[in-house]
Every structure is written in structure tokens, then in C-alpha cells.
């Protein structure tokens, strides 16, 4: 009697899962003693078993997910791009362990190994709280000045309870973060593959994978290492119910929203507004615009309702507790936001205040804006020096990444205002994306890490359209992105000697920055001509087989 065909068949394939199950256990659990080691600060293993369940659940989470997505069909190397993601995030938060005692300038949470003080505070606190005896609903009561929402002490405290040991290992919490925060990579490929296609999927990938705030972030124990995945997964739950109209869709978007809401409710109510205002340019009801369809309108009231809802609970955990009107409270918040004297003195630098002096009073909020925009600022950081080397070197990673990223997001309106600007997704992304960068900018100012980590919850849909940009450019060999980039250099160029001048006195003569911008500009369009001068008229160029061969209807 011959052996069933099928049941050999399921051998091997049997055979290679519990190999490959085996192997990640016991990748795991050297993983697992490593960064036990790591914590203890060398000398020991204790605590390893903490760190195997961590990196269990974590890997749990991935796999999950991915299994979730199996319908968008990803390659294997998407999958592989996540996990290299969470490794190296994971890396970076090691690095930080171990450098920060060392190498930083010996603040407490330097001590600590934190890279950030928000993050040593609400860590600690999560601590305390897990070694007590209270409830850890306790999270979400008097903890305002470690975690004004609760989300993440609640988190943090319960994976110190039920999965951590008898002492204190912050990397605990790092582990969750990094595997969550390396999620980004899938969810923005799918909505890219989505509203876009394969190569803009790949790029935005690549970009998320890179791009050193969402590295930063992903690698401490902040709350955005869990609402950038969460913004990128609403909105690619957004692309799908575009595509397919399913109740999974709408879980997609409401799911990601709701965990934002517990970690952050403004950061939440602003998802909600970018959600809205990107559904008003990707949703059709068949052939019927969505304008027309009653059911929008009535969605868009419930939105708006439930949004103004958020706003008040988001309020009313920083606002003081005095103030429970609703239009003062949100008064109270935009002049807090907005105090312009009091920013001018404690946050802006000493040529800020001088030019405050000599320009009018409404000219300060458009340049406090435009110098929130480019912060951190790479000539500044490529010059000022540091007692602590370690942050020059992150300052420069920092300023590196978003001045490139940057670059690409200035091109944009110009990009969406050309050919097929009307019928494509471009204007909406460039508007939502801007948005988002100037109420960072209102809100964050010149801070170094406040308004970066605001602006970065959205980097999913500022990666696709750069990515969107970048392919779309390069298909049709415009060169002005390319051109475009120049003139962004001449500016960067020539305020590098104006920095050397601040802190070297190295006998640079000319000090306004205004002059030093309009010789940034003048240099820049010299730069353009000599580009336009060069360019050769190619025969049967790209740019006319695209708006030949484009479908009439097509909303790409």
C-alpha cells in the first residue's frame, strides 16, 4: 500500500516551519540575553526571561499584522524591510543605553540612558506604578506632568507588571516600541501600493525605513513610536475603503484612530482632520461624486461632531482646570500656543529678537512659522558645536534627514499646480501634508524635539507623496526637482558661512539673514539658468508619451 501523496507532501513543508520556529525561538532568546546583558550594564543576565516574553509579544505583533495585510499580497522583501526596521531601531535604542552615561552632557535622563526627558519621566513613573500596589488605571489620574493622556504610562506600567522582573530595564519598553514603530514600513507601502503603485510603494518604504526622526523615535520610549504606525494605518485603511467599501475597511480607519485617542487625544483629533480632508479628494460612490451623495454629508457632520468632541477631551487634560467653558479653553490653548513675546525671549536665538525689533508686529508669526519649518536647520547644525559630541552627531543625522525630505515637500505645490494637477491625489496630499508641518511649526516653534516629533506622526503620507514626486519626476526626466534642489543648496550654502561667523568670528561680513537669504535666492536662479543653458531638447521626450498615452479619468 502506497503512503497518501498528500501527507508526504506536508512533511517537508511541516519540517520547515518547525525549523524556522525553532530557529526564531532561539534567535529570541539569544536576543533576549543580550540585551539583558546590555542592561545590566555588563556585569549580569538577570532579567533575560523579561526581555524573551518583550521581543515574544513583539514578534507576536509583527507577524500578526502581516498575516492581517495578507490580502495586499506584500513580497517577502517587505516583510524583511520590517524586520530590519525593528532591528535597527532596537539598535539605536542600545546605542542610547550605552552612550548617553558615557558621552552625553550628565543630565539625569543621560544618566538614565534616555534620549529624551519626556521619556526618562513617564518611564520612571510606569516603574513606580508597577511596583505598587495600586490599580494601573492609576495611569490616567494626577500624572499630568509625566503623561498628560495616560496611554503610555498605562502601556508602560503594565508590561513592567506582567512581563518585567524585579528590577527596573528600560529596554523593556524600547523592545515594544522599536517592533511597533517598524510597522510604518508595511502599512505605507500598502497605502502607497494603493493610491499610487509598485514603485511609489517601494520608495515610501525605503523612505519611512530611513528617515532619521522616525529612527529617533522608534527607538526611545516616546508615544509616537506607536502613533506614526497608528496615523499610517488609518490611512491606508482609508485607501482600501476606497477600493473595496468593506466593513474590515472602515475597521482599518477606526481601530488606528481609537489607540491614537488613548495615547493622545489631540494628536488624535488632528488624524481625524487629515483623514477628513484626504477623503474629500480620494472617495467616489461609483460614478457619483461624493459631494453629491447624502451619506457623505451626514458622515462629515458625525466627523466634524465627534472631532469637536476629542478637541474638548484633549483640552480639558491641558488647559487648567479653572477654565471649563469650551471656546475658552481652546482660546486658552491658541494663545498658549501663540505667545509671541514670551516665545521670542525663552526659544528664539538672539538674532530672532533683533530682527523682532526692527520688522513689523505682523511679520513675526510668518517668520516664527518659516523658522519652525526648517528646524533642526543643517547649516546650524553642521557648525554649532557641543560639550557632548554625540549630539552633534545626532543633530547633524537629525537635520540631514528633513532638509533632504524637506526639499521634496517645498517642490510639491509646484509639482501638483503642473500638468493633471486637477484630476490627481497630489493637491490634496500637498495640502494635508502642509497642514500638518505649519500647525508643527505654530504649535512646536523652534523647539528641537517638540515640533520634529509633532510633524513626524504623519510621515507615512509625507513619505508617499515625496515618493509620489520622486518617481513621477524621474519617469518623465523633469529636471526641475532637480533644479529645484539646487536653489534649496545655494540658500543652505550661503547661510553656512553666516553660522561660522555667529559662533567663530571668522570675519564674515555680512550679518542679516535677510541679505544672506536674497544672495541664497540670487545664486540659486544662477544656478537655474545655467541648468535651463545646459539642457539639450530631447527627441520624443517622455513628458508628451505620458500626457498621450494618460486615461482622461484617471485620478493618479
Request: net charge positive; hydrophobic share 55%; charged share 15%.
Amino acid at each position: 500500500m502506497q503512503p497518501d501523496k498528500n501527507v508526504q507532501n506536508s512533511l517537508p513543508s511541516t519540517g520547515k516551519w518547525l525549523m524556522r520556529l525553532v530557529g526564531l525561538t532561539a534567535g529570541l532568546i539569544l536576543l533576549a540575553m543580550a540585551l539583558a546583558v546590555i542592561s545590566n550594564g555588563f556585569l549580569a543576565i538577570h532579567g533575560w526571561s523579561s526581555f524573551f516574553w518583550v521581543l515574544l509579544l513583539s514578534a507576536a505583533i509583527v507577524w500578526g499584522v502581516w498575516r492581517l495585510m495578507r490580502n495586499e499580497k506584500p513580497p517577502a522583501w517587505v516583510l524583511s524591510l520590517v524586520v530590519a526596521a525593528a532591528l535597527l531601531r532596537l539598535a539605536v535604542g542600545v546605542f542610547w543605553t550605552v552612550a548617553l552615561p558615557a558621552w552625553g552632557h550628565g543630565t539625569p535622563a543621560e544618566i538614565s540612558g534616555y534620549v529624551m526627558g519626556d521619556a526618562a519621566g513617564r518611564d520612571q513613573a510606569a516603574w513606580r506604578l508597577a511596583r505598587s500596589d495600586e490599580s494601573l488605571q492609576r495611569a490616567f489620574q494626577d500624572n499630568r506632568k509625566v503623561d498628560q493622556y495616560g496611554g503610555l504610562l498605562f502601556i508602560s506600567a503594565f508590561i513592567y507588571r506582567y512581563l518585567g522582573g524585579d528590577i527596573h530595564q528600560p529596554l523593556l519598553i524600547v523592545v515594544l516600541g522599536a517592533a511597533c514603530s517598524a510597522l510604518t514600513v508595511l502599512f505605507v507601502w500598502a497605502f502607497a501600493r494603493r493610491v499610487w503603485g509598485e514603485t511609489e510603494a517601494a520608495v515610501s518604504a525605503w523612505l519611512v525605513f530611513l528617515y532619521p526622526e522616525a529612527i529617533l523615535l522608534g527607538s526611545s520610549q516616546m508615544r509616537e513610536a506607536f502613533t506614526i504606525p497608528f496615523a499610517a494605518a488609518a490611512f491606508y485603511g482609508l485607501a482600501r475603503y476606497r477600493d473595496e467599501r468593506s466593513v474590515s475597511s472602515v475597521l482599518w480607519v477606526l481601530i488606528p484612530c481609537l489607540l491614537t485617542f488613548f495615547l493622545s487625544s489631540l494628536s488624535a483629533v488632528l488624524l481625524l482632520g487629515c483623514l477628513t480632508l484626504v477623503a474629500l479628494g480620494m472617495l467616489k460612490f461609483g460614478s457619483k461624486n461624493i459631494y453629491q451623495h447624502r451619506w457623505f454629508w451626514l458622515a462629515l457632520l458625525l466627523l466634524v461632531v465627534v472631532g469637536l468632541a476629542g478637541l474638548y477631551v484633549a483640552l480639558r487634560e491641558v488647559v487648567p482646570a479653572r477654565i471649563t467653558n469650551p471656546i475658552a479653553m481652546l482660546n486658552w490653548w491658541l494663545h498658549k500656543s501663540a505667545s509671541f513675546q514670551a516665545y521670542a525671549s525663552r526659544h528664539a536665538s538672539g538674532w530672532m529678537q533683533k530682527i523682532f525689533k526692527f520688522t513689523p508686529e505682523w511679520s513675526h508669526l510668518p517668520m516664527l512659522l518659516a523658522y519652525g519649518v526648517v528646524q533642526p536647520f543643517l547649516p546650524a547644525a553642521l557648525v554649532a558645536s557641543s560639550q557632548a559630541p554625540v549630539w552633534r552627531a545626532v543633530a547633524i543625522w537629525r537635520a540631514a534627514g528633513w532638509t533632504l525630505l524637506l526639499g521634496i515637500l517645498a517642490f510639491a505645490p509646484f509639482h501638483a499646480l503642473r500638468r493633471n494637477g486637477e484630476r490627481s491625489l497630489v493637491r490634496v496630499f500637498t495640502l494635508v501634508v502642509w497642514l500638518v508641518i505649519l500647525v508643527a511649526a505654530y504649535r512646536g516653534g523652534s523647539d528641537m524635539w517638540d515640533n520634529p516629533r509633532y510633524r513626524a506622526i504623519f510621515i507615512s503620507l509625507q513619505a508617499a507623496l515625496a515618493a509620489r514626486i520622486i518617481v513621477e519626476e524621474n519617469r518623465t526626466r523633469d529636471p526641475w526637482l532637480r533644479r529645484s534642489l539646487l536653489c534649496a543648496a545655494a540658500i543652505l550654502a550661503w547661510f553656512f558661512p553666516w553660522y561660522l561667523q555667529r559662533y567663530y568670528s571668522v570675519g564674515w561680513t555680512v550679518t542679516d539673514p535677510f541679505r544672506i537669504l536674497l544672495l541664497g535666492c540670487i545664486t540659486g536662479a544662477l544656478l537655474l539658468l545655467a541648468d535651463w543653458a545646459g539642457a539639450r531638447p530631447r527627441a520624443n521626450s517622455p513628458v508628451s508619451t505620458v500626457e498621450k498615452t494618460e486615461p482622461p479619468n484617471s485620478t493618479h
